[in-house]
């Protein structure tokens, strides 16, 4: 099932928004390559947050 920027799993609900999109982003391309759907939630969360850290962006809701 391919996620949205409003309709995510509840395991990116404290990410921030950014974050949270690109985690979607990947996820669904995930998916799209016949990944299983936790497999890709977590791959997912891992190189969005990745990708925040290397651009200096917030990671969870309420970072500094």
Do not use: C, F, Q
Not at 25 to 47: C, H, P, Q, V
Request: hydrophobic share 35%; net charge positive; aromatic share 4%.
């Amino acid at each position: 099932m391919p996620w949205t920027k409003s309709d995510y799993p509840p395991s990116m609900k404290n990410l921030s928004a950014p974050v949270r999109n690109k985690a979607v982003e990947i996820a669904n391309a995930l998916l799209e390559d016949g990944r299983e759907e936790g497999s890709a939630i977590a791959i997912a969360t891992s190189k969005a947050e990745e990708w925040a850290k290397n651009r200096g962006k917030k990671v969870k809701k309420g970072d500094s």
